[in-house]
């Protein structure tokens, strides 16, 4: 027995990596997969990194694998989407060491721009394995099966967890990790891992991707096989024509309605696919309707009907595509309001409590108090104003510049696509000058392309590379700028002025802490014809006030309120949320126990109200 | 024997801080635990809430659901109003009467309810409520960030579920050496808050 602790789903997902014996992990943050990295941080012989992105980070995790090395690239769903070129790549070579995508999808959009479910990507596009955890413990079971079944079968296996699962906190077991492991070997085999339109003559000279597409068609039977005796797939009996399917958390939810349903209904549990089909003929035998509860898309829903339709059961299968809500989280009312609707006869207790008659404020995300993507973003604010321009912005801390109350960008992708949606808007000839707001971890990710290709077509458009030197939005993770590994070890920083003029493109740094420095080389650019990059440069303020750093001379401002007018112009433009404004008295004032002292206001206010 | 408990609050208030002591709190007492909180982008002054699950059986969900919650920790005002319905109203509620407007609120272009308001919706659909001015009480002793272990004291005080001593410890346990005499006098000023 090891000993019990209580720990996030996501220290689960990595302590069964490490009890596996992976040596090598590499990821790019993003929430809800993050921690999954940074908890195998520390243990001996163990490679863990930041990548500058998760493409990257599964190229080199493969590289790892070839030399038979266990290897765990870990990323949230857009991730994986980015990665889908290699993934239909690496899907026909096979791998060598255990090789485990961890793919974590955020349904409902908690934190992310987009919901997807990366099930379908992974298992209905490149035909690779899939485990759908219930649980942080069932995922840490996963994650070790999935290693050795990765090198039984020369696959890739992904865990799709849910953030209900990642950030769940539960107790979990942990064993020791293993003492040895394996050396590194490494032999070539170009027949697997070149992969080009080669002839091959074996073949009556079909190409390479063809023979290889078979492979992993003909690895599928193997994979039937080992998900139907799965561990992770079982049936629970129940009373009743009426059946349900619990996929992951779907299953979760169904174990939790139970107590608010009176007798219990047939119930099929599903952790893998592909499918376990006999289990699944198993289940339905003598059922008239199933109801399928999975995260997001009616997946196992289509792949059920598929069997039924091949094995020439009639039988009634509902779920996601329409029956229960196509989008969004499951949840418990949710499933008990299925379950009701799908069985007229069962009787369902749904949890009522009384309304609430009050009027409840949304609290909208904005920078930190003290942030000095403020000041450039005020100085932007008042460019944009003056010469009618428009802004794309990316992913990061400086997207909630695009909400209330400065809405300032006007569009928001995905990463790195600010300078070249930003350079679609300019080449139209519009006469309007165009502007990319983009982070500096995103501009590593792949930001830096769109800027290159802004360079190389000599594209009229203004990049605002916001430079604090972290990846601040997930907590703070060191990316090629910070000049140090995940690790701790110092590294060269990428240079950034160096980069632009390898480019030819015009650069000008500022301190964002200065507006007015700000403006003008804001006004400057939007004067100069071709690509202009202008670097707001300024360590994070949380993360250095939490290191005891100094990104600003703290000062102690105040409202002359004589001088107010009530112009909100600190409030619309600016937005910190350590300025309020009275409407009795038609003022502001600065709340003193939120204000830090950054100074910043003062710069904004046009009536030299604030000091 | 089953503790379902909601503590919600803005990010920055040490929301997580607490959700932990409470659970290593029901661990220690050889109870199955199971949790969720909502992180992320939330020390930027968004919406915290933590999920504690609390049994001496099975849990499945680690997600309150509507009428469910036996205990709400509300460090904020709003906050606890925003999950006011996953208490059961025949549950708790413990109430930090702090108010921290939204950023809509301060533009003026959306109202924060005045305290009496928020204080009779949260008596309406919850009788049994402890309101306490942990906030003032934590920036009086010399941190606004000690308003959860000020919390916990209260807790200790209204739920018979939480022994002072047991839970004093693990607050203990797991302040950071600097915090931790201040953390404990938090804790016991928190506990004689309420009479």
Same mark, same amino acid.
């Given at each position: ?29 993003? +929430? ?12 001996? @012989?163990?490679?863990?990194? *930041? ?41 026909? +070579? ?50 070790? $099966? ?48 070149? %992969? ?30 080992? %998900? ?23 299953? +979760? *939810? ?16 599903? #952790? ?39 094995? =020439? ?26 379950? =009701?609707?799908? #069985? ?21 995300? +904005? ?53 070249? %949606? ?16 983009? @982070? ?11 800027? $290159? ?49 390898? $480019? ?22 939007? =004067? ?58 038609? =003022?502001?004032?600065?709340?003193? %126990? ?18 | ?6 503590? !919600? ?9 607490? !959700? ?7 661990? !220690? ?67 930090? !009467? ?98």
């Amino acid at each position: 027995m090891g000993e019990k602790k209580f720990v996030m789903g996501n220290t689960a997902i990595a302590r069964g990596a490490l009890e596996a014996g992976v040596r090598v992990v590499a990821g790019y943050p993003g +929430t809800p997969a993050t921690e999954i990295v940074e908890e195998c941080v520390g243990v001996p @012989g163990v490679h863990v990194e *930041w990548a500058n992105n998760e493409k990257v980070a599964f190229e080199l995790c493969t590289g790892a694998s070839l030399c038979h090395v266990r290897a765990m690239p870990v990323m949230k769903h857009n991730g994986t989407n980015f990665v889908t070129d290699f993934l239909m790549h690496v899907n026909f +070579t096979g791998i060598r060491g255990g090789l485990v995508l961890i793919s974590a999808d955020d349904p409902g959009g908690l934190s992310s721009q987009n919901e997807e479910d990366t099930r379908i990507l992974v298992h209905q596009y490149a035909h690779l394995p899939v485990f759908d955890p219930c649980s942080p413990k069932e995922a840490k079971a996963m994650v070790k $099966m999935a290693f050795d079944l990765s090198e039984k079968t020369e696959l890739v296996f992904c865990l799709r967890p849910v953030t209900r699962v990642c950030h769940a906190r539960g107790i979990i077991e942990f064993e020791d990790l293993p003492k040895e492991l394996p050396p590194p070997h490494y032999e070539p085999d170009r027949e697997r891992f070149i %992969m080009s339109a080669v002839e091959l003559p074996q073949f009556g000279g079909l190409k390479r991707p063809q023979i290889r597409h078979r492979w992993l068609n003909e690895k599928q039977n193997l994979l039937k096989q080992i %998900m139907e005796e799965s561990p992770f797939n079982w049936i629970e009996k129940g009373e009743g024509k009426v059946g349900l399917i619990g996929c992951g958390m779907g299953y +979760t *939810w169904i174990k939790e309605a139970e107590q608010f349903v009176e007798g219990k209904l047939p119930l099929l549990k599903i #952790g893998t696919l592909p499918l376990p089909r006999r289990l699944l003929l198993s289940f339905v035998r003598g059922l008239e309707k199933i109801v399928i509860f999975e995260e997001t898309e009616p997946f196992v829903e289509n792949l059920c009907k598929t069997i039924f339709q091949e094995e =020439k059961i009639n039988i009634e299968v509902l779920g996601r595509s329409g029956f229960l809500p196509a989008d969004g989280e499951l949840n418990l009312l949710a499933v008990l309001e299925g379950i =009701k609707k799908a #069985g007229p006869t069962v009787k369902v207790n749904i949890p009522e409590t009384p309304p609430l008659d009050i009027h409840i404020p949304i609290r909208t995300r +904005t920078q930190c108090v003290g942030c000095n993507y403020r000041g450039i973003l005020n100085a932007l604010k008042q460019t944009v104003r003056k010469y009618k321009g428009i802004v794309a912005g990316d992913i990061g801390c400086h997207d909630a510049g695009s909400f209330r109350p400065i809405e300032l960008q006007s569009t928001i992708y995905c990463m790195g696509s600010s300078v070249p %949606m930003a350079s679609g808007l300019a080449l139209t000839g519009m006469n309007r000058p165009v502007f990319a707001f983009i @982070g500096d971890s995103t501009f590593y990710h792949n930001g830096i392309l769109g800027l $290159m290709n802004a360079a190389s077509n000599k594209i009229n458009v203004n990049v605002i590379l916001g430079e604090n030197t972290v990846t601040a939005m997930t907590g703070f993770q060191p990316h090629p700028g910070t000049g140090v590994t995940l690790a701790g070890e110092k590294t060269s920083p990428v240079n950034v002025p160096k980069l632009a003029e390898s $480019m030819g493109i015009s650069y000008r740094v500022v301190n964002p802490y200065d507006i007015k420095q700000c403006r003008e080389a804001l006004e400057a650019a939007v =004067k100069e014809a071709g690509p202009s990059l202008i670097v707001s440069s300024m360590p994070c303020y949380l993360l250095s006030t939490r290191r005891g750093q100094k990104v600003f001379e703290p000062r102690e401002v105040q409202v002359n309120e004589e001088r107010c007018n009530g112009c909100m112009i600190c409030i619309n433009d600016f937005g910190c949320p350590a300025i309020s404004y009275h409407k009795d008295k038609k =003022k502001v004032s600065i709340d003193k %126990m939120i204000c830090v002292g950054c100074g910043l206001c003062v710069d904004v206010c046009q009536r030299g109200a604030i000091s | 024997m089953k503790m379902d408990i909601i503590i !919600s609050g803005v990010g920055g208030q040490g929301n997580i801080f607490a !959700s932990i002591v409470i659970s290593q709190y029901a661990m !220690s007492k050889n109870f199955n635990v199971l949790g969720a909180e909502t992180i992320g982008a939330a020390q930027r002054g968004g919406s915290v809430v933590s999920h504690i699950r609390i049994s001496d059986g099975e849990i499945y969900s680690p997600i309150i659901s509507r009428g469910q919650a036996d205990l709400l920790i509300g460090m904020e005002c709003v906050e606890m109003l925003r999950h006011l319905r996953l208490l059961n109203p025949q549950g708790t509620y413990l109430l930090n !009467s702090l108010r921290i407007p939204t950023v809509l609120n301060n533009m003026g272009l959306d109202e924060y309810p005045d305290l009496q308001e928020i204080l009779e919706a949260a008596r309406k659909y919850c009788p049994n409520g402890y309101v306490i001015e942990a906030s003032v009480l934590a920036k009086k002793l010399g941190n606004i960030q000690m308003t959860n272990v000020v919390m916990l004291g209260a807790l200790a005080r209204i739920m018979p579920f939480f022994e002072y001593e047991r839970i004093k410890e693990i607050v203990k346990e797991n302040s950071p050496a600097r915090f931790q005499e201040a953390n404990l006098q938090g804790f016991a000023e928190g506990y004689k808050l309420i009479s």
